[in-house]
Structures are given as C-alpha cells and as structure tokens.
C-alpha cells in the first residue's frame, strides 16, 4: 500500500527554537496534505490543509505564523513549529490524500507521527 | 454542528471475549465514515471505509457495520495484538475542500 513518511520520529528542543516536521508521499503524488496534532488520549485535531503549490487553509484557533506549512511539491510537505514553547508539545502527524475520482475514491494515508517535546 | 462521538473510552476484555465499539455521527450528507487503528506513538492505520447504511465490511476479527446514525466496530474472539486505540472519522465539506472529523477514541485492551 502507499506509504507516506514522516520526520523525524521524535524531536526534543528548547524554548524559543524553531523545528520543522517533514511528511513525503513515497510512492503516490498526494492530492492534499493534511497536519493534524494529537495530545495524549485525545482525537487528533486537524491543523491545516494544504494543496501542493497553494497557500495552507488554516483550522480556526490555529496560527498560521506559529505553524508554518510549506508543500512545495506533491509528494513533499512540512510543517514548522516557530518559536515553540511547552505548551506546542504534542504529537503531530500528518497525512496525505490522492484522489483518482470523487470521494469515494479518496485514499487517505497517515505518516507515523511526530513527538515534539519543548523544554 | 458536525460531531463524532465513540464509546466507551476505553474497554477491557479477554482474550476471546468478543465485543463492540461504537461510533456515532451527526453530519449532514454523510459521506463516508472510516474506521483506523493506532498504536501508541504511531500514526493511524487504515481498517475500513462504509458508505452508506446497511454496509457491512471484514477483516480478520473485525467486522464493521453502518446505519443512518451510527457504526459499529465488531471484534470476535480478539487476541492481546488486537490491543490499541480504535478511530473512526467522517468526511465533511467545505465547497470542494474535504476534511475528517475524529471521533476521541476507543481505548482497547486485550488481556491473554
């Protein structure tokens, strides 16, 4: 099946830095990109939604000069925490979507996740 | 207002001990409805799509069902590696843009 590839696993950085996730579609040219966060024994809360070469759409509540969304192709995605703080720790994952048809032919793959952890 | 909404939170069964998971939805123009598995640390792994009432799909001991309100994620005689949080979602539309609503979650364990 598709794959979608998320890095890194797990990243640990000081107050004030700024880090960056990347998500690629390994073997399919994703249609959109989704980043969704996760706290622990929560849903996963959708972030954004961005389409390859087009500006992200931003989940309300969600800043867009926080977290940074850059698809520059179709198979590549990123996300960049700016200037986090404690409270940006989380998971983030994020997932890529192609569509052959209407939605019922939508495939939706998820990468593996990312733990943030901000000192 | 769209909402997804599983129960019960967590479940605790025995090895063998079969049992349901449910997902309830209140979205207009149901399009959809996606059942995932993850485990812990891990991304969410694709289990089923249904899209319209009375469709019922399996896989190994898993058998997920949908009606106008509702699914129902069915596990027969489940094994400890069958032990993980259970997602289901729904598609809404914004325009031609798409997004899945999450429900929180069914925290299984499966004891040997």
């Known amino acids: 099946g598709a794959v979608v590839s998320q890095h890194p696993s797990r990243v640990i950085c000081k107050s004030g830095t700024s880090v960056k996730i990347e998500c690629r579609s390994l073997d399919f040219q994703a249609t959109t990109m989704f980043w969704y966060r996760q706290f622990p024994k929560q849903s996963l809360m959708l972030m954004a939604t961005?389409?390859?070469?087009?500006?992200?759409?931003?989940e309300q509540g969600v800043e867009k000069d926080k977290f940074l969304i850059n698809h520059a192709s179709l198979t590549l995605s990123t996300l960049t925490v700016t200037s986090a703080h404690p409270e940006d720790s989380s998971f983030y994952i994020c997932s890529a979507t192609v569509r052959t048809g209407g939605w019922e032919d939508e495939k939706l793959f998820f990468g593996s996740g990312t733990q943030l952890s901000v000192l | 207002e769209d909402q997804v909404t599983q129960s019960p939170e967590a479940l605790r069964l025995q090895e063998g001990e079969s049992s349901s998971l449910n997902c309830s939805y209140t979205v207009s123009g149901l399009r959809g409805l996606f059942w995932y598995r993850q485990d812990p640390g891990k991304g969410p792994e694709f289990l089923f799509t249904?899209?319209?009432a009375g469709e019922e799909k399996e896989k190994e001991r898993l058998k997920a069902t949908l009606t106008k309100k509702e699914s129902f994620l069915h596990i027969t005689a489940p094994k400890p590696e069958d032990s993980a949080t259970y997602l289901c979602a729904v598609p809404v539309f914004s325009g031609n843009t798409g997004k899945l609503i999450f429900g929180q979650g069914t925290t299984l364990q499966v004891k040997p």
């Open positions: 961005s389409n390859e070469g087009s500006k992200a759409t931003y």
């Open positions: 249904l899209y319209s």
